[in-house]
């Protein structure tokens, strides 16, 4: 086998199996958990990471199965294994070595050398068609599977005419489905008719991690300037142009730095119109970082005018952090900021109003305040990691025999 354990040899694990600690067991019995997600920077692949090493706190053991390992998953954590899927290459492959397939026989490896009791697949494509097969290839053994949606699973990778049909029978042949937000679980239904009950359980944070700093060191801006952040894979939904035409004119109101974190196709095209605008000099391009609990809480403000968003981990990470969000009014994005109460909602397009929405609360200390105190408290009461965690394993335990 050519799983990678982070931590700790069979005989440790046949240890923990026999004796729970004493918090797991009150939980229930701790379960072996196969998680699969995308392992580079996103939104999903940190929500499965951050599932999967709660999950291993509280007793159980999980069994990361991807190509390479998730960016936040440290390489020794108890009660959590790493298998990776390795891909050959072959003079036939035209396009690229048959992930979906290599995933599905290295989940039926896991699920029988592991004896999953689950395996949680995040992000539809091709990962719920892996799991699929995979549940095939263990029969009669049994082997339920959860998946669950993120976003352009559904919304644009999913929908494509060459995928979609698939999309849709890997979905609805998955033991339970559950989707990020109430948004995306109406996309799911509505435009691709999934028949399936799919349970809305939000994203989560931390909010130990990610929390509000008294003193802000000025390591972004130079003392005095306000810090408008954006965090994306800069991909063309995320709109990063116009987070910098929202800047450039912010910046003519006020000294200010916007600070761009992460990478992807159009951050060239960002640096570009920066320089084009002239206020090069006053942006920083951080590329991906893996602090993002540093970052956050350096922001006055964080911009996401996004033309799709399932539901904006970074808006629920900043306003942990207590930094007030202007976010553009699409998919699950309400469901997380009440306008004017725990951020700001523009619509998608809307320039203007993104720049009259930035100065408004960084011209007034005490909305600034009272919004980033509001969107913080907002983040513990409904998204705080405990609970949410907590949802994903009864989802788990009714599948459990
Ligand atoms: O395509 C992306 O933007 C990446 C994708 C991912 O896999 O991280 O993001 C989606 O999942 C995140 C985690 O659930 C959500 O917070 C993002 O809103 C969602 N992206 C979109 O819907 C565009």
């Known amino acids: 086998m050519t799983a990678r354990p982070l931590r700790s040899t069979v005989k440790a694990k046949a240890k923990a199996k026999q004796k729970p600690p004493a918090a797991a067991k009150r939980r229930g019995k701790p379960l072996n958990v196969g998680i699969t997600c995308y392992p580079t920077f996103g939104g999903s692949g940190i929500v499965a990471t951050e599932l999967g090493r709660r999950l291993a706190r509280r007793g159980d053991q999980v069994h990361f ?3 390479s390992l998730p960016y936040r998953l440290p390489t020794f954590e108890r009660n959590i294994f790493f298998h990776e899927v390795v891909l050959e290459s072959y003079p036939l492959f035209q396009h690229a070595p048959p992930l979906a397939l290599a995933l599905a026989t290295k989940m039926a490896e896991v699920a029988e050398t592991q004896d999953l009791d689950v395996l949680h697949v995040h992000y539809a494509m091709p990962f719920a068609a892996s799991a699929f097969l995979a549940k095939h290839l263990v029969a009669p053994a049994r082997l339920p599977v959860v998946t669950t949606l993120h976003g352009t699973d559904i919304t644009i990778v999913g929908q494509q005419p060459a995928l979609l049909r698939m999309t849709k029978f890997t979905i609805e042949s998955s033991d339970r489905v559950t989707a990020v937000s109430e948004a995306l679980r109406t996309a799911t239904i509505d435009t691709l008719g999934v028949h399936k009950p799919i349970e809305v359980i939000p994203n989560f944070v931390d909010p130990e991690i990610f929390a509000p700093r008294r003193h802000r060191p000025p390591v972004l801006a130079p003392a005095g300037a306000r810090v408008l952040m954006h965090a994306s894979n800069f991909r063309p939904v995320k709109n990063v142009e116009t987070v910098v035409r929202i800047f450039a004119a912010v910046h003519e109101r006020m000294d200010a730095r916007l600070v761009m974190v992460g990478d992807g196709p159009d951050k060239p095209r960002a640096e570009e119109l920066a320089r084009h605008l002239g206020v090069g000099k006053h942006v920083l391009f951080l590329g991906n970082q893996e602090v993002m609990e ?22 629920l990470e900043a306003m942990a952090a207590g930094v007030p969000v202007i976010a553009s009014r699409v ?3 309400p469901e997380l900021v009440t306008d004017g109460v725990s951020g700001f909602l523009v619509e998608p397009n809307d320039l203007d109003a993104f720049v009259r929405a930035s ?11 009272r919004v980033g105190r509001a969107a913080r408290a907002r983040a513990v009461s409904d998204f705080h990691v405990d609970r949410v965690v907590e949802r994903y394993r009864a989802v788990y335990g009714g599948l459990c025999r």
């Open 65 to 67: 199965i991807s190509t």
């Open 294 to 315: 540093e970052l956050l809480p350096l922001a006055d403000l964080l911009l996401l005018p996004s033309s799709t968003e399932s539901f904006g981990l970074v808006a």
């Open 359 to 369: 100065l408004r609360v960084l011209e007034d200390d005490r909305l600034h305040r």
């Open 331 to 333: 998919g699950g994005l």
